[in-house]
């Protein structure tokens, strides 16, 4: 009997042993299939990025002309791009395309292409290359001049924002599984290597700038980051003791934030330091950080102050992406008029390394759980303003229903390994500087990467919570670009507008969830915003600017 029941029981495990194996070999099929769909996807949509620019400058008026000179004609035929986009991803994008073709030109139906004639006609040419070179270079005029494009052009913009939008969210998807995905990874890093060998930047390079001479040394900055010990856990502290003194006002605990100068290591740091670059300011914005109103202000200023303002999309350079660094200089190579204001989504590079002047760099962050928290919503229910147009969110009604709070009770990814980006836009496209799928150690690395940066490489790093402290800041240390911001800031025009920029439906989270989010998953960004902001507060004191102070209503 007993010999029985152990052969029955080694039969079971031999069984479950084959279920396991069996199910193990369907989980590793599946990864694999996985992979090579997501490297498949990657692939198949840089060729499209590569595609849709090459068909973007043939839809220009100059090759246009060429065609019609040798005798070729357009024939009216079902445009391209919704084909690129269905199958870039079935649902969501079609709908998307279609509703901005509808609203792009309702009475004006865009001129579609033929693009085997097009591509026949170029072919012919006999100067082929030459006169494509000027077109493109029209294009770019006309851009630059502020000109309508063509409707053509205009939805071949807008199939190029939906693919580059595309291969954001491959990457996002990427980053967010785990494992033997991380091969896809890499294969998405290759894809944006290739992007950038493929592109030629044959313009004689400019008469560079010195190199400032009145920022700290690399070793110095180093000996600030190191000296200069956060603790997440006493500022989560002194924020609660702080939120719980106004028990009725609507006050996030990130308003609350005491700077003690005495506290602070900043060696011999020199804070009135002569502005890299004059003629060139790039504040490469992070997401969430009150970007929509510093448009409004600067679209103001420039005009008022002079200057050639450009808030740009990713939508209008071609192949771009956050970590890129070709296609923007192309872009800003062609485009930039000096004095020139660059506001765009974008890591911190070196303009130098191409043939550009390096910028001055300029940007605004904001407490990592608040901006956490706006995207979180944000993608759910985005603006107040437009909330069609923004809706492209993908989940169930259940999953839009979620709030933060219980997001985190029931350990969901998006909040236990959230994958949106925040140091890298201080610390730069280094390798070094990632922070999705990576050790905590190395975003430990990446966070004091960032902080030397911003030290040595940033002329000053702006606090949400502290924006008319910001502005002033602004104002005084760039006043050919901000001087009078704080009347048009006070202007009715302008609360009004912030006031429609407002997160739609945002709901605050519990202090426990905000403790979670700080000294868990969004730790390191915590580190540095931290540190940013004593930085920024030391440089209110030594600009003897008397912080706004919070405002208790
Ligand atoms: C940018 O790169 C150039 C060399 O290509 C180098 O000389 C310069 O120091 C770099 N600048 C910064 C800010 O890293
Ligand atoms: C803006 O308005 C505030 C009051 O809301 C006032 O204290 C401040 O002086 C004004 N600033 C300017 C530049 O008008
Ligand atoms: C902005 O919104 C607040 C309430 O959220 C309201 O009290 C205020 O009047 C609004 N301001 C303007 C200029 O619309």
Redesign the pocket.
């Known amino acids: 009997m007993a010999r029985g029941k152990m052969g029955g029981k080694s039969k079971k495990i031999g069984l479950a042993a084959k279920v396991r194996a069996r199910l193990g070999y369907i989980v590793i099929t599946l990864c694999i299939g996985l992979v090579c769909f997501y490297i498949g996807r990657v692939e198949f949509l840089a060729e499209k990025l590569q595609e849709a620019e090459k068909i973007g400058r043939m839809t220009s008026e100059g090759v246009n002309q060429q065609i019609a000179m040798h005798g070729y004609q357009h024939q009216p035929v079902v445009p391209q791009p919704p084909q690129v986009a269905s199958q870039a991803r079935p649902q969501a994008p079609n709908n998307v395309l279609n509703n901005n073709l509808i609203q792009q030109a309702p009475q004006n139906p865009p001129v579609p292409v033929n693009l085997q004639k097009v591509h026949a006609g170029i072919q012919n040419l006999p100067q082929d290359v030459k006169a494509r070179e000027n077109a493109h270079q029209n294009t770019v005029q006309n851009f630059a001049l502020g000109n309508a494009l063509e409707p053509a052009a205009k939805v071949m913009e807008q199939v190029e924002r939906l693919v580059a939008q595309e291969v954001h969210d491959t990457v996002g998807a990427i980053e967010n599984a785990a494992g033997a995905v991380n091969n896809a990874v890499h294969n998405v890093i290759n894809v944006g290597k290739q992007i950038e060998e493929n592109i030629n930047l044959n313009f004689q390079p400019e008469e560079l700038l010195p190199?400032p001479q009145d920022r700290p040394s690399l070793d110095i900055a180093a000996l600030i980051a190191s000296a200069n010990r956060i603790s997440v856990e006493t500022i989560f502290q002194d924020q609660q003791a702080e939120l719980a003194k106004y028990p009725t006002s609507h006050l996030k605990a990130s308003a609350f934030y005491t700077y003690e100068p005495a506290k602070w290591n900043w060696q011999s740091m020199n804070f009135k330091t002569r502005t890299p670059n004059a003629k060139f300011i790039f504040h490469n914005k992070l997401p969430k950080s009150g970007s929509s109103t510093m448009n409004q202000l600067l679209r103001q200023l420039s005009k008022k102050n002079n200057f050639n303002f450009a808030k740009v999309e990713p939508s209008q350079i071609p192949n771009d992406r956050f970590d890129l660094e070709k296609p923007l200089v192309k872009f800003v190579q062609e485009t930039k008029k000096e004095p020139f204001f660059l506001l765009k989504h974008h890591f911190w590079f070196?303009f130098?390394?191409h043939g550009l002047r390096?910028p001055t760099y300029v940007n605004v962050i904001r407490d990592p759980v608040d901006w956490y928290t706006s995207q979180y919503y944000f993608r759910r229910f985005g603006w107040v303003q437009q909330t069609t147009t923004r809706d492209s969110f993908a989940g169930t009604q259940a999953d839009r229903d979620r709030t933060i709070d219980q997001c985190i009770q029931q350990g969901l990814m998006e909040c236990t390994k959230p994958s949106y980006k925040y140091i890298q836009y201080l610390c730069g496209n280094h390798p070094h500087c990632r922070t999705v799928d990576v050790s905590e150690e190395l975003k430990e690395k990446a966070a004091n990467l960032a902080k030397i940066n911003v030290l040595r490489?940033f002329y000053a790093v702006g606090i949400l919570e502290q924006f008319v402290d910001t502005l002033k800041t602004f104002e005084i240390i760039l006043p050919n670009y901000y001087s009078g911001v704080l009347d048009i800031w006070n202007s009715s025009m302008m609360q009004e507008k912030r006031n429609k920029t407002k997160t739609l439906n945002r709901k605050e989270l519990s202090s426990h969830s905000r403790e979670f989010l700080m000294k868990g998953p969004l730790k390191w960004e915590t580190d540095l915003y931290i540190f940013v902001r004593a930085l920024f507060n030391e440089r209110l004191r030594r600009y003897e600017i008397v912080p706004t102070g919070v405002q208790i209503t």
């Open positions: 190199e070196n130098t390394r390096q490489n």
